[in-house]
């Protein structure tokens, strides 16, 4: 939804649906909006079908726009204005979700800063593409859940799963006629706006690129590439960006030199002139490709790429999502393909707590196979070490619905939940779901580590601390003696400190508001890395290391950049190698460049970074344990802020480093770019 948000250069997004029982609105995922207001309108005050903008939409099944929704008498009641008005929206685009003939919600995209916006016919045809595609990601997850509910009932259960055959026939045809359509409103907006032609869609089957779908190609050309499919190894651009995982474009596809002739001539008989290829992709696995054509020379503008690689994401999905519906037609395919593409691991037991089911999540997770376990009472589970812990949680339920958080390791949390499985009033069997919490977890603590360092270090009013130990110091109020002065001396230092952290916080949420490089000029690196240096002479005698400048033979070409925030990355990295060094330690700072870059390295002989800390160096609040024994003082912020600079620029951050044998930093600007603000 995030990724949406940016697209649309909008402050919010949601997706609407509606609770066929009740007929009450429901807000079923965000992006940019407060919990207060999800809540508002998901718990307290619901929205039923018809009513608001979002009801409206559903019920009239067209695009609505409001440009000042506080004060549109179609949103609804007063109350529910008051709620948007807090909010801070102003502008409401909502495009009714499709499938098939079927509304079953609404996209809806928010302004707040934009009391007069006016929405564009490409803004209106945009929203309606994505909601079409999110009806199709909603109906799979649906389908994913009736997979749970469908496991529940493997058992003895022969009967009704056969019924469930021609369910999901009706299904499978809805969500090919959703695709089509889909594909339909894609390629007339490509059409429109970027001046295509015609548009073809590429699947991988084997050895060979089969057309599934295609808009623009005369009879004969789709005949001839259904009869002879492209061998994967053919000097295409459709090749290239599957194999090559990259977008592949040329503005004279005829002339280029490694493009077979046979599919040039095959361009030339259609006029195209211009060629682009899009890789799909499904959890990083490619699948097939989207391919644009042109009847002239074309000029690819970056907001076309960007817009057509977010489309090609969603046709992958898409695409993904119709390939299982239309091979779920026998009962063995349908039931395992849901339970074997469910991200969940699922253990399922007969009524005599033998194994029934194992699903691949579940042998991904304990690193078992299926064949293994199948059959085995739970007891002997505990053969396998990887096993142990889950089957001590299970036999000490009390309930037989039950869920339970279980860490297996640092970088593994599990919640486990257990289902009787009933039949005709009798247990079954019980299905054992086990769902990877991890991130949420890992979130969840960020979340608090945040909290308590604000509700620690903001409570002062830092200010005024500042001014009157600077009145102090200066001896404005009177002489005071010199043991006074160092502690109010030591006094400073920590406010400072307090500042300074802070400071960090607040550059945080800048970089997520994406708000936080916005005064690009050229400069020189060079002089911005001696300034940093000049300025933490104190530091370097404190610490007593030797900081060695290696100043490049050659004059550095000068970039744009932010100059202020590459001071504070340089500031943060090299500050960073003087505090872990130890005394007498040495670090040394170098630039070089070629044509394309500038390089900046750090080099220490300090404490470095275990391996097991390593990918968690840029991410916000982490500190190794050697790092916070050897000093105290830090929040973890500033390589996480470095990162952010550095890649806002468009460049490039890493390091090497061994435990107790030092670190080397690097980061690497582009000589030549436009900057991300």
């Not at 085995?376 to 001590?392: D, G, M, Q, Y």
């Not at 903001?458 to 009157?468: G, N, V």
């Not at 916005?518 to 240096?533: C, H, M, N, R």
């Amino acid at each position: 939804m995030k990724a949406v948000q940016k697209i649309f250069k909008a402050d919010g997004v949601t997706l609407w649906t509606i609770e066929e029982k009740t007929q009450f609105m429901k807000i079923e995922a965000a992006s940019g909006l407060s919990l207060k207001y999800i809540r508002y309108f998901n718990k307290t005050d619901r929205i039923r079908f018809g009513h608001g903008i979002v009801g409206r939409v559903m019920k009239y099944r067209k695009t609505l726009t409001s440009t000042k929704a506080s004060q549109d008498r179609r949103i609804g009641l007063a109350r529910w204005r008051e709620i948007i008005k807090e909010e801070g929206i102003e502008a409401v685009l909502s495009s009714p979700m499709f499938l098939g003939q079927t509304v079953v919600g609404t996209f809806n995209v928010y302004y707040k800063k934009l009391p007069d916006h006016r929405f564009t016919p490409k803004e209106i045809k945009l929203a309606e593409i994505f909601a079409h595609h999110f009806a199709l990601f909603l109906i799979q997850d649906r389908s994913f859940r009736q997979g749970e509910e469908i496991g529940q009932k493997l058992i003895k259960y022969r009967g009704r799963v056969l019924k469930l055959r021609d369910v999901t026939g009706f299904l499978s045809l809805r969500v090919r006629k959703s695709f089509q359509k889909t594909l339909k409103l894609i390629t007339e907006q490509i059409l429109s706006d970027f001046g295509g032609s015609k548009i073809a869609i590429f699947q991988k089957e084997n050895k060979n690129m089969l057309l599934v779908e295609s808009y623009g190609f005369s009879e004969n050309t789709r005949k001839h590439l259904n009869k002879h499919p492209l061998k994967i190894d053919t000097r295409v651009p459709i090749n290239q960006a599957f194999v090559e995982q990259k977008i592949q474009k040329s503005s004279k596809v005829l002339i280029e030199d490694n493009v077979e002739k046979s599919w040039k001539t095959l361009l030339a008989n259609e006029g195209v002139v211009g060629e682009s290829a899009f890789p799909l992709t499904v959890r990083d696995d490619p699948i097939g490709v989207l391919s644009v054509y042109y009847p002239h020379e074309h000029q690819y503008l970056p907001e076309e790429i960007g817009i057509l690689d977010t489309i090609a994401h969603f046709l992958a999905v898409s695409l993904e999502n119709l390939r299982i519906f239309l091979s779920l037609s026998a009962e063995q395919q349908k039931n395992l393909a849901i339970i074997n593409n469910l991200t969940d691991g699922l253990l399922l037991f007969n009524k005599e707590n033998n194994v029934n089911s194992v699903n691949p999540k579940t042998e991904q997770i304990f690193n078992v196979k299926a064949k293994d376990l199948m059959g085995k009472p739970i007891l002997e589970l505990n053969k396998f070490p990887a096993l142990k812990s889950l089957v001590s949680l299970i036999k000490e339920r009390k309930k037989e619905i039950f869920r339970k958080e279980l860490q297996l390791k640092e970088s593994l949390i599990l919640e486990v939940s257990t289902v009787p499985i009933i039949k005709e009033k009798e247990r079954a069997g019980t299905l054992v779901i086990l769902h990877d919490i991890t991130r949420e977890k890992r979130v969840e603590k960020m979340k608090t580590e945040f909290v308590s360092i604000a509700a620690h270090q903001l409570r002062t009013p830092l200010s005024i601390t500042k001014w009157a130990i600077k009145m102090l110091l200066a001896e404005d109020l009177g002489e005071i003696p010199k043991k006074q002065k160092d502690v109010l001396s030591r006094a400073d230092q920590s406010n400072d400190r307090m500042i300074d952290l802070i400071n960090d916080l607040l550059n945080i949420t800048k970089i997520e508001e994406g708000r936080y490089i916005y005064k690009p000029i050229l400069s020189d690196l060079e002089e911005a890395t001696q300034f940093v240096v000049d300025s933490l002479k104190e530091s370097i005698k404190t610490y007593k290391v030797e900081v060695d400048f290696q100043k490049p033979i050659k004059k550095l070409p000068k970039i744009k950049i932010d100059v202020v925030k590459v001071k504070l990355a340089i500031q943060n990295i090299l500050d960073n190698a003087i505090r872990y060094s130890p005394e007498g330690g040495k670090v040394t700072v170098s630039l070089k460049y070629d044509k394309k870059e500038i390089e900046f390295s750090v080099k220490d002989n300090g404490i470095g970074i275990p391996k097991k800390y390593q990918p968690r160096i840029f991410t916000k609040f982490f500190r190794g344990i050697n790092a916070v024994r050897k000093e105290t003082e830090g929040s973890g912020l500033g390589l996480y802020i470095a990162k952010n600079i550095i890649e806002a620029h468009g460049g490039r951050i890493w390091f090497e480093s061994q435990e107790n044998n030092g670190a080397t930093f690097h980061f690497a600007l582009p000589i030549k770019r436009i900057i991300r603000k």
